[in-house]
């Protein structure tokens, strides 16, 4: 296990900042909150803070809060400046206190808590009576990107720095769908999978390295890492070939949007 957690770089983590932000309106779009009726927005996992914008200008009479585990990611959203307010907080301990929001977001968030389908409840729990929950999170976690990383990371010698090292995952999304509507909720929850073109040199390690590759580089020691980030960018290359439009990263992602049975003033009308 890693002595430390590890640490997250915001403008590393922004090198696809427009590929990373598209699914968070979509999930958005399928919210019909109404604005003038939301007076308080939960961002769990908010990051650099870069999507608050979706979120101030979607609910402008509303209280935003994010919150996010990592101190760097909370700094960065702070220093932008946009109205939120942001602390660094563990979603568990957020979900150990009593406030509650009248739209709940989490995203590209939850497939880094262990068995999160756990959290569910008191996910809705701690939204308003007739409020809403907003859930994205990636699932390609069967793509070359994520594999090819696992594998190399199982292999001598790196595979005693990196055993029980942080490593995201999450189910499909009909596995949402039954959770949320046993706990009495309306849901719609749909997949996606994105083609995301990229450019320049080995596009698909800058990727990974700023979100799911991140733990397990920063788990090897410095004499390991360079030799561990050269491999895995020569078997990326090989699984995703450049095109004539770029290299072409297929991304498929899990949205889910539940509405919290109850009469609570942030309904905007089921769909």
Same mark, same amino acid.
């Given at each position: 296990?890693?002595?430390?957690?590890?640490?997250?770089?915001?403008?590393?983590?922004?090198?696809?900042?427009?590929?990373?932000?598209?699914?968070?309106?979509?999930?958005?779009?399928?919210?019909?909150?109404? *604005? +003038?009726?939301?007076? &308080?927005?939960?961002? @769990?996992?908010?990051? $650099?803070? =870069? #999507?608050?914008? !979706?979120?101030?200008?979607?609910?402008?009479?509303?209280?935003?809060?994010?919150?996010?585990?990592?101190?760097?990611?909370?700094?960065?959203?702070?220093?932008?400046?946009?109205?939120?307010?942001?602390?660094?907080?563990?979603?568990?301990?957020?979900?150990?206190?009593?406030?509650? *929001? +009248?739209?709940?977001? &989490?995203?590209?968030? @939850?497939?880094?808590? $262990?068995? =999160? #389908?756990?959290? !569910?409840?008191?996910?809705?729990?701690?939204?308003?009576?007739?409020?809403?929950?907003?859930?994205?999170?990636?699932?390609?976690?069967?793509?070359?990107?994520?594999?090819?990383?696992?594998?190399?990371?199982?292999?001598?010698?790196?595979?005693?720095?990196?055993?029980?090292?942080?490593?995201?995952?999450?189910?499909?999304?009909?596995?949402?769908?039954?959770?949320?509507?046993? #706990?009495?909720?309306?849901?719609?929850?749909?997949?996606?999978?994105?083609?995301?073109?990229?450019?320049?040199?080995?596009?698909?390690?800058?990727?990974?390295?700023?979100?799911?590759?991140?733990?397990?580089?920063?788990?090897?020691?410095?004499?390991?890492?360079?030799?561990?980030?050269?491999?895995?960018?020569?078997?990326?290359?090989?699984?995703?070939?450049?095109?004539?439009?770029?290299?072409?990263?297929?991304?498929?992602?899990?949205?889910?949007?539940?509405?919290?049975?109850?009469?609570?003033?942030?309904?905007?009308?089921?769909?």
């Amino acid at each position: 296990m890693p002595a430390t957690e590890p640490t997250w770089d915001p403008a590393r983590y922004l090198a696809y900042a427009d590929e990373r932000s598209r699914p968070f309106g979509e999930l958005l779009a399928r919210v019909p909150a109404d *604005a +003038d009726r939301v007076r &308080t927005v939960v961002d @769990l996992g908010c990051g $650099p803070g =870069h #999507l608050t914008p !979706l979120l101030t200008s979607r609910w402008p009479g509303a209280t935003v809060h994010g919150l996010d585990s990592s101190p760097e990611m909370v700094e960065a959203a702070r220093r932008r400046g946009d109205g939120a307010t942001y602390d660094v907080a563990d979603l568990r301990d957020w979900l150990a206190g009593d406030e509650r *929001a +009248d739209v709940l977001v &989490t995203n590209a968030t @939850l497939q880094w808590v $262990p068995d =999160h #389908l756990g959290l !569910l409840p008191a996910l809705v729990e701690h939204v308003s009576p007739g409020g809403w929950l907003a859930i994205g999170v990636p699932a390609n976690f069967d793509e070359p990107s994520h594999v090819l990383r696992e594998q190399l990371a199982a292999e001598e010698p790196y595979a005693e720095h990196t055993g029980g090292v942080a490593s995201p995952a999450a189910p499909g999304a009909r596995a949402y769908h039954e959770s949320l509507t046993a #706990l009495g909720c309306a849901v719609d929850a749909w997949e996606t999978t994105y083609l995301h073109v990229l450019a320049g040199e080995d596009p698909v390690f800058t990727w990974i390295s700023g979100t799911g590759a991140r733990p397990t580089l920063q788990a090897l020691p410095a004499d390991l890492r360079p030799g561990f980030e050269s491999e895995l960018k020569a078997r990326l290359r090989a699984a995703y070939p450049p095109g004539p439009a770029g290299v072409v990263m297929p991304f498929r992602r899990v949205f889910v949007v539940a509405q919290v049975p109850g009469g609570g003033a942030a309904t905007g009308g089921a769909e």
